[in-house]
């Protein structure tokens, strides 16, 4: 056993600039390590810290209240937009219906057939968090995660129930007296209440809102609808009241994919440390201004930060960029009469040349980069052909499967009969006509549906097609004895002002043909 | 052992091995890691102690809650059992010539059929009914022993030719081996052949026809589906329609035996079997009942089904 304050002294001299554990916002130093599951005298496991970050106001503070604002807003509210689609259709705005596989947004429309558009979305989605990291860093770990959101929010509700910063520190280390237990049990039931709330917009997607809600509480929604809402309660209860800054930095994935995809152009926030070094108090910085930097090391950047990290250690894992910090470090630097942007939003490599003496870049120059170009055309490009094929597409399909076996039946006077399953797809909200002729066969070919009966057989049939559906019909197409056929289509006709068509394409099978 | 040292460019404590000069950092887990750890050895255990878990000889210990994969697959049978219950008590109640008259219940008829089919019947009539030499064709326009629903039923239930079924449907045409020289049959089988326009007419066939043959098939060969005797003047063969098989068939019949299925499926089952075969497209109407035309029908269990074979 090495000597333990040994390890201390060289610990905290050595672990300057780049102190792992400090890197994973854990804070923990070796000589913290405490004991139980000793490992040769360490700790291999360290005990859970809460951050109580401390309240701060300034411009990025506020667009991470509009952010949330919005981002809530648009979570709670839009199950509850009404959207009329006539009688044959629901009246939810946005909508997965998945008991019929249908995907309803405003006034789009999407069938099983054209996932591709919710497919195109999901990688437009994945495209557009390359594009946002590669243009403005983590961003989207910063102000619209939903993790950050909510653990945003559930701090809210500490700061409301149990004072700010240094109060809660207190409050933490305070036994358990009766007036503990009444906030502890006062701010648990508020998170218990806004996880619920989550768990319940949720659900609201997959059902119509106002019916699924009387349901849910009358006790007649499926058992799936409360099982989703127990989870979602259970899981934003635990991540967002307890485990907050832990998921960023141990269980998501993002934050270790943009380690790689960050570089010196990316926009990070950045400890100037060429100005701000050697920290040292205002009294010290008076006696001899030489010899110290812009930081007066108040840990005010700490202080505020919801993953409680310290940004003077350089770039981290746990440092989810949503800016708090500079608006800490920019009120302080206002108040000790020094220019902002100790602490900003800046590329490393604008950092470098600051440093060297050149003027200080405007950071909305890292967003000119190529790949950031490169990305942009890629999403788009995914966007306006979505765009276009939404455009596009027609609301009426028509597909044509012949029966293999058998292939062709001969029939009592000779003549011969194919049959055919026939699926007419009628993407409008209302039940429409359709014709059904064929196309290339010789003349005589009749053809006829179980619904119509061979008495009525004809070249051309209409079939009824309900709304929002498609219509599976069996037919049956005969040449009369001695004629041939061989390939040919059917023709669909909606017979509406529409006039929408499609033609499927088929074969008519025959003794002796291949 | 313990040479604990801090790393110089990390500044992190190592764990104090090494192994040929390689070292590990001692980066702490977060402890809550440690206790989802622990849960899930906690879940297995009540796993253990709950389902099936532990190999024996023969199976594995059965779980406090008595749960197996065999005993749910018989839970959701009996469970989908029970859900055709109202469909299948419907149509035991409906007469089988009723049965077009409500398009559900057909279409239901028309499935459960279908799947009935791929068990029983696959084996003789192929799995598209399409049949096959000496089995018959079930979607052809063609029947030997009529075509409505309800005579489809009988066949199904009492089956042809079954020696343990009074009711079966039974005939045997006589074998003319030696009865005709080799003059005749080919005159005979050149009639036959004449009757769907194959071969020319020819005097000494027809004579021999009117005299052997018509009183069973008809003066003109339309066959007569009450005794189950074939038409021959159609363009389907049973046996095969050239001259050579025709002949075989005048000196040496052969008979097609299908069980009576009354003793192996119940009568709903049947019925639902009748429904299908009728549906392959060559049914007939029952003739004095003269129904309208069947009201548009919802095909398509019936259609998918036919996918899936």
Sequence with gaps: MADQKDIERTGTEAGKPRDWAGALGSGATPSAAGAGHGFMGSSLYEKGKTVHNKRIDGPFRRFKWLVMVVTLAIYYITPWIRWDRGPYAPDQAVLVDLAHRRFYMFDIEIWPHEFYFVAGMLIMAGIGLFLVTSAVGRAWCGYACPQTVWTDLFQHVDRLIDGDRNARMRLDKAPWTASKIARRTAKWAIYLTIAFWTGGAWIMYFADAPTLTVNFWAGQAAPVAYATVAILTGTT???????????????????????????????????????????????????????????????????????????????????????????????????VGRPRGLIDYATLEQCEAEAAGAPATPAWKALLRPRVFVYFGVWGAIGAALLFALGTRTHTDLTVSPDRNPPFMLLKDGSVRNAYTLRLRNMEARPRDMEVALTGLPAGAVMWTEAVSLENAAPTQVIKVPANETKVVRAYVMLPPGERGDSFAFRLTSLDEQGEQDVAETTFAMPGSK | MANKRIDQPTGTETVGHEWDGIEELNTPLPRWWLWTFYATIAWALVYVVLYPAWPLIDKATDGTLGWSSRGQLAKEMSAADAAREGVVRQI??????????????MGQAIAGGAAAFKVNCVQCHGAGAAGSPGYPNLNDDDWIWGGTLSEIEYTITHGIRWEGDDATRANYMPAFQGMFDAGQVNALAGHVLSLSGKAKPNAAGANLFAENCAACHGPAGGGMPEMGAPALNDAIWLFGGTEAEVKKQILNPRHGVMPAWNERLDPVTIKMLAAYVHSRGGGQEAAPAATETPAPTDVAQAAKAENDG
């Design chain 1, 237 to 335: 209860f635990w991540l967002g009241g307890f485990m907050r800054e832990q998921v960023c930095i141990y269980m998501c994935p993002w934050p270790r994919i943009q380690t790689a995809m960050l570089d010196e152009k990316s926009l990070i926030v950045t400890y100037k440390d060429w100005r701000g070094e050697q920290r040292g108090s205002l009294k010290k910085a008076a006696k001899d201004p030489e010899a110290y930097g812009d930081c007066i090391d108040c840990l005010q950047c700490v202080a505020v930060c919801p993953t409680g990290v310290d940004i003077r250690e350089g770039q981290q894992i746990g440092c989810i960029t949503c800016g708090l910090c500079i608006d800490a470090c920019d009120k302080v630097m206002k108040e």
């Design chain 2, 92 to 105: 035991a109640a409906t007469d089988i010539e009723q049965l077009a008259a409500s398009p559900e219940l």
